[in-house]
């Protein structure tokens, strides 16, 4: 999903600054903090897998040997102003249907290190990286023929004789181009969907419990790469999946978990960081696992495919700046036959780390256990002013309801709640948003007004319910504490525990994410955990008391 903790910024365009302002205007005082390192873990060579490939390793460590001294630091003389430069690029509207090509892949070799297809992916891979210097984010694909180049930076000095005496700075014009998409008629229109009758819900008391003991972390591991190159999962190999982020997980009935990735990047990506456009840029994949044994890892058994060896792509995104540059699943989870997914929609990544503009929140459904997907036209968020409330969302069933836990775009905001009953979770009117203590019909209300659960800043929201202790259990990242945390409570709408720090980002730089496998337990906490730096995935196990 390339949700970025430490990430480096990506370009943004005028409509979306001014989205962003709005969303900086709820958040005043809130600034991005990058996490400062603790002290290094001893050095250690790489985990290698059962295959002999070598892995990535999160956490921070001692150098094999010392880092050279650098040398001293010279002033720059040059002043560099960036000028952005328009690229016009025609975006058909509605634009394409979604590619539901879908294949059923054929059984993995019975030596899990043979390569189920060496025609396909049959190539050295790069040695992991040590650092993680500044990455460009994926680009947009505009049309070449209208695309206008950027121009070489232009210096300019100043004319002699006019200040003789003083050595004044050079200025130099550093060009950066701007998509600036221009909506024009084509493409087909989605299938149509019949709207819901609008049914507002009365409104109802809803006190928050009282507060529940804290947790005690005992312990906090890694338990194993789950992606990438070096993963005992292959997924480079089996499913064109090198560099992926996020891995949120739901049950999709007894006995099986889709594990759901943001973007994905195949042949061609080389760590560190998210890749760009032309290596296989994929904005979501899906894979199934029945692995229950978590203690040694997470098997996935297969992906949603389009092709041989190639994760499909299962949400649609128009992969345009400044228009929507990517989708990502935020959540998901299952009813009846059916299965759903929280998603945002993102208008384009901010130059802010942690930040970035969506254009709305919204829901899709699938009847084929996650291999084809269709967006609701009737239950989204719209980003109203950059600062509407559930655009990172995420979405728990529990009793009679769908509880939505949700925040603004970006990893600054505060968690606001609304429910619905499940049998209208399509239907927008017939959710309430909970408001100073009561749940209010959201038909006509202002997600504004929606009372902030617990104090921020949150990003990549996980919830879980879990029956046997009765209590909700909340993980995020916290990214002015460095840290991805715990809370607990009695009730959704709280009250919530205190943060529990779980994982420290001093210990795992570029660390994000956190998203709660459904089979854990109050006492045994499973999540996923990705890295910015080696852009993949890693399972995580918390021992609670």
């Known amino acids: 999903m390339r949700f970025r903790p430490l990430g480096p910024p990506a370009r943004i365009g005028i409509p979306a600054a001014l989205a962003l302002s709005g969303a900086l205007a709820v958040c005043a005082g809130l600034l991005p903090v990058t996490p400062a390192r603790g002290a290094p873990h001893p050095w250690a060579p790489p985990p290698v897998n059962s295959c002999g490939e070598t892995g990535f390793d999160p956490l921070l460590r001692e150098p094999l040997e010392p880092a050279p001294e650098p040398a001293p630091a010279q002033p720059d003389p040059t002043i560099r102003i960036t000028v952005p430069v328009p690229s016009f690029v025609p975006v058909p509207v509605p634009g394409p249907r979604p590619d539901n090509t879908r294949i059923d892949p054929a059984p993995l070799p019975a030596n899990p290190c043979d390569n189920p297809c060496p025609d396909i992916r049959d190539s050295p891979k790069p040695a992991p990286a040590t650092?993680?210097?500044?990455?460009?984010?994926?680009?947009?694909?505009?049309?070449?023929?209208?695309?206008?180049?950027?121009?070489?930076?232009?210096?300019?000095?100043?004319?002699?004789?006019?200040?003789?005496?003083?050595?004044?700075?050079?200025?130099?014009?550093?060009?950066?181009?701007?998509?600036?998409?221009?909506?024009?008629?084509?493409?087909?229109?989605?299938?149509?969907?019949?709207?819901?009758?609008?049914?507002?819900?009365?409104?109802?008391?809803?006190?928050?419990?009282?507060?529940?003991?804290?947790?005690?972390?005992?312990?906090?591991?890694?338990?194993?790469?789950?992606?990438?190159?070096?993963?005992?999962?292959?997924?480079?190999?089996?499913?064109?999946?090198?560099?992926?982020?996020?891995?949120?997980?739901?049950?999709?009935?007894?006995?099986?978990?889709?594990?759901?990735?943001?973007?994905?990047?195949?042949?061609?990506?080389?760590?560190?960081?998210?890749?760009?456009?032309?290596?296989?840029?994929?904005?979501?994949?899906?894979?199934?696992?029945?692995?229950?044994?978590?203690?040694?890892?997470?098997?996935l058994d297969s992906f949603v495919q389009d092709s041989r060896c190639h994760a499909a792509e299962i949400l649609d995104s128009r992969k345009i700046e400044n228009f929507e540059v990517t989708t990502i699943p935020t959540s998901g989870f299952t009813l009846g036959g059916r299965q759903y997914l929280s998603y945002m929609s993102i208008n384009a990544w901010s130059r802010?780390?942690?930040?970035?503009?969506?254009?709305?929140?919204?829901?899709?459904?699938?009847?084929?256990?996650?291999?084809?997907?269709?967006?609701?036209?009737?239950?989204?968020?719209?980003?109203?002013?950059?600062?509407?409330?559930?655009?990172?969302?995420a979405m728990v069933p529990q009793g009679d309801y769908i509880y939505m836990f949700g925040t603004p775009n970006g990893r600054y905001g505060t968690i606001g709640l609304g429910r619905v009953r499940a049998e209208e979770v399509l239907n927008k009117s017939a959710y309430q948003y909970w408001i100073g203590g009561t749940w209010v019909s959201a038909n006509g209300a202002s997600e504004l007004l929606v009372s902030p659960l617990v104090s921020g800043p949150v990003g990549e929201l996980s919830i879980r319910y879990d029956a046997a202790s009765r209590r909700w259990q909340m993980v995020y990242l916290d990214v002015t504490a460095h840290r991805i945390v715990l809370r607990t409570a009695a009730e959704p709408q709280g009250a919530w525990s205190d943060p529990v720090p779980l994982i420290d980002t001093d210990d795992y730089p570029t660390a994000y994410g956190g998203f709660i496998h459904p089979w854990s337990t109050s006492t045994d906490l499973y999540l996923t955990m990705s890295a910015w730096n080696s852009y993949n995935v890693y399972l995580m196990h918390v021992a609670l008391k």
Do not use: C
Request: no cysteine; glycine share 10%.
């Open 131 to 299: 650092s993680a210097p500044e990455i460009t984010a994926p680009e947009a694909n505009p049309d070449e023929s209208t695309a206008t180049a950027a121009p070489p930076p232009a210096t300019t000095t100043t004319p002699p004789g006019i200040f003789p005496n003083i050595e004044l700075p050079k200025i130099e014009l550093e060009p950066r181009t701007e998509t600036v998409p221009i909506p024009v008629p084509g493409g087909d229109p989605p299938e149509p969907q019949p709207g819901p009758a609008v049914n507002p819900q009365p409104w109802e008391p809803g006190p928050a419990a009282a507060p529940i003991p804290l947790p005690q972390v005992e312990s906090v591991d890694l338990v194993r790469q789950l992606t990438g190159h070096g993963s005992e999962n292959r997924t480079d190999m089996r499913w064109s999946v090198d560099g992926t982020d996020l891995g949120l997980i739901y049950e999709t009935g007894p006995g099986q978990v889709a594990v759901v990735f943001g973007d994905t990047f195949g042949k061609g990506w080389e760590p560190p960081g998210a890749g760009t456009g032309d290596q296989d840029w994929r904005s979501n994949t899906l894979a199934y696992s029945t692995d229950r044994n978590l203690a040694d890892g997470l098997t």
């Open 352 to 393: 802010l780390p942690g930040a970035w503009v969506t254009n709305r929140g919204g829901l899709a459904w699938s009847d084929d256990n996650g291999r084809t997907w269709t967006k609701s036209l009737w239950a989204q968020w719209d980003n109203f002013l950059g600062a509407a409330r559930f655009q990172v969302s």
